[in-house]
């Protein structure tokens, strides 16, 4: 079997995208050359890799074999690629996902604290939804990732092996209002406070703003999908918008932030089960000790 790094590269890019479009625009490539590379990775394994669907390509069973050793010789050369660079031998490079909520407060102050601890350590991050993220993880193109769970908290896919999911927070939701709302003077408030209310959402299904099961057609006065755009209109009076807990530590003046009574929300950080390099470990301690912190902070 005669197979080439960049076709190894560009059937990684492909599991971890989802589409051939998205692999290509990721690349560089056109969508023909893509098709053309995945043609000759099914040609040289013998098999199909990719069951083609009308909202983009899953993996097969041969697929999931392929792209667990592709990893394996990926990594392999990355590491070599760092060791020849004259990396120091206690550093390294870990790359981590998160959900745009986490962006905010939790990876900036682990990532610093790290570096503290372990200048040497280099850490590089991306933003994504949880399907991305995941498939980025099983692709091996992340480390780790910094996930939401909400009840009842089940596995993030159903592929093999399971991804290992460490709790790093469990709380409930808020929302945060501007300081001169009748809600800023409660303590907190219940899902029947927030029917009537206006609304700063995300312009995406699935991404926190509105309420998430409220059983009535929201009003919605702004959209933004940027976190600061967002409280920054809570706080001009635009509305009240839906915040994880973590988020009241950096929200600027003007807002409060009110814990809402309902089922509490998970931030996990998941990894493949693999055994954890030390970068990688050292970085998974910042993250559960910042959590821990920050959930202090807040109360």
Same mark, same amino acid.
């Given at each position: 079997?005669?197979?080439?790094?960049?076709?190894?590269?560009?059937?990684?890019?492909?599991?971890?995208?989802?589409?051939?479009? $998205? /692999?290509?625009?990721?690349?560089?490539?056109?969508?023909?050359?893509?098709?053309?590379?995945? $043609? =000759?990775?099914?040609?040289?394994?013998?098999? !199909?890799?990719?069951?083609?669907?009308?909202?983009?390509?899953?993996?097969?069973?041969?697929? +999931?074999? #392929?792209?667990?050793? $592709? #990893?394996?010789?990926?990594?392999? %050369?990355?590491?070599?690629? @760092?060791?020849?660079?004259?990396? *120091?031998?206690?550093?390294?490079?870990? @790359?981590?996902?998160?959900?745009?909520?986490?962006?905010?407060?939790? #990876?900036?102050?682990? !990532? $610093?604290?790290?570096?503290?601890?372990?200048?040497? !350590?280099?850490?590089?991050?991306?933003?994504?939804?949880?399907?991305? %993220?995941?498939?980025? %993880?099983?692709?091996?193109?992340?480390?780790?990732?910094?996930?939401?769970?909400?009840?009842?908290?089940?596995?993030?896919?159903?592929?093999?092996?399971?991804?290992?999911?460490?709790?790093?927070?469990?709380?409930?939701?808020?929302?945060?209002?501007?300081?001169?709302?009748?809600?800023?003077?409660? *303590?907190?408030?219940? #899902?029947?406070?927030?029917?009537?209310?206006?609304?700063?959402?995300?312009?995406? /299904?699935?991404?926190?703003?509105?309420?998430?099961?409220?059983?009535?057609?929201?009003?919605?006065?702004?959209?933004?999908?940027?976190?600061?755009?967002?409280?920054?209109?809570?706080? =001009?009076?635009?509305? !009240?918008?839906?915040? *994880?807990?973590? %988020?009241? =530590?950096?929200?600027?003046?003007?807002?409060?932030? @009110? *814990?809402?009574?309902?089922?509490?929300?998970?931030?996990?950080?998941?990894?493949?089960?693999?055994?954890?390099?030390?970068?990688?470990? +050292?970085? /998974?301690?910042?993250? @559960?000790?910042?959590?821990?912190?920050?959930?202090?902070?807040?109360?």
């Amino acid at each position: 079997m005669d197979l080439s790094i960049t076709v190894l590269r560009v059937f990684r890019e492909v599991a971890e995208r989802g589409t051939l479009t $998205a /692999a290509a625009t990721a690349l560089g490539y056109t969508q023909s050359a893509v098709s053309r590379q995945i $043609a =000759a990775l099914e040609h040289a394994t013998d098999a !199909i890799l990719l069951e083609r669907r009308r909202d983009g390509v899953r993996l097969t069973a041969a697929g +999931h074999v #392929v792209l667990r050793r $592709a #990893v394996t010789v990926l990594a392999e %050369l990355d590491a070599a690629t @760092r060791e020849l660079a004259g990396l *120091p031998a206690e550093g390294g490079t870990v @790359r981590l996902g998160w959900f745009a909520s986490a962006g905010a407060v939790l #990876v900036p102050r682990a !990532i $610093a604290a790290l570096h503290r601890k372990h200048p040497a !350590i280099t850490v590089t991050t991306r933003e994504g939804g949880t399907p991305a %993220l995941v498939r980025a %993880l099983r692709a091996g193109t992340l480390d780790m990732a910094v996930l939401a769970a909400a009840p009842p908290f089940r596995p993030f896919d159903t592929e093999s092996p399971p991804l290992r999911v460490m709790t790093l927070t469990e709380r409930s939701l808020c929302v945060a209002v501007p300081a001169t709302h009748p809600l800023a003077v409660a *303590p907190s408030v219940s #899902v029947e406070d927030l029917r009537g209310q206006r609304w700063v959402a995300s312009p995406a /299904a699935g991404e926190m703003g509105v309420w998430p099961g409220l059983d009535e057609r929201p009003v919605i006065a702004h959209t933004a999908r940027d976190w600061l755009a967002k409280l920054n209109l809570v706080a =001009a009076g635009g509305g !009240i918008t839906t915040v *994880p807990t973590l %988020l009241a =530590a950096s929200v600027p003046a003007g807002v409060k932030v @009110r *814990p809402v009574a309902g089922e509490p929300r998970r931030m996990v950080l998941a990894r493949l089960p693999d055994p954890l390099a030390g970068p990688a470990a +050292h970085l /998974a301690d910042a993250l @559960r000790q910042v959590a821990a912190d920050l959930s202090e902070e807040v109360g």
